[in-house]
Nanobody
Framework: QVQLVESGGGLVQPGGSLRLSCAPS????????MGWYRQAPGKKRGMVAT???????FYGDSVKGRFTISRDSAKNTAYLQMNSLKSDETTMYYC??????????WGQGTKVTVAS
């Protein structure tokens, strides 16, 4: 079973930047959309950013202008560049992928902590 593996999380000061990466543990076929979501304890998982196979991007309102999603389609790898991070964005970030074959994958998450 292919899994998504996130990396790049960690501790950063308010106003700082982090770059998250998401790569599959094996081969994926017909990848359509890749995206990043986040979920705080006791809250619903919410969309941060997505990018489809045509390069169209969508962002949550709170991150527009600060976060940038990109992908390397040859490697089925997604990235999330996060700038001007805020303390209330401390939480777990999850990678998600779906395919034209109607398969869906989630990563285990990477923790982002924004604190001085």
């Amino acid at each position: 079973q292919v899994q998504l593996v996130e990396s790049g999380g960690g501790l950063v000061q308010p106003g700082g930047s982090l770059r998250l990466s998401c790569a599959p543990s094996g081969r994926l076929f017909s990848v359509h959309t890749m995206g990043w979501y986040r979920q705080a304890p006791g809250k619903k998982r919410g969309m941060v950013a997505t990018i489809d196979n045509s390069g169209n991007t969508f962002y949550g309102d709170s991150v527009k202008g600060r976060f940038t999603i990109s992908r390397d389609s040859a490697k089925n790898t997604a990235y999330l560049q996060m700038n001007s991070l805020k303390s209330d964005e401390t939480t777990m970030y999850y990678c998600h992928t779906d395919t034209f074959l109607r398969s869906t994958y989630w990563g285990q998450g990477t923790k982002v902590t924004v604190a001085s």
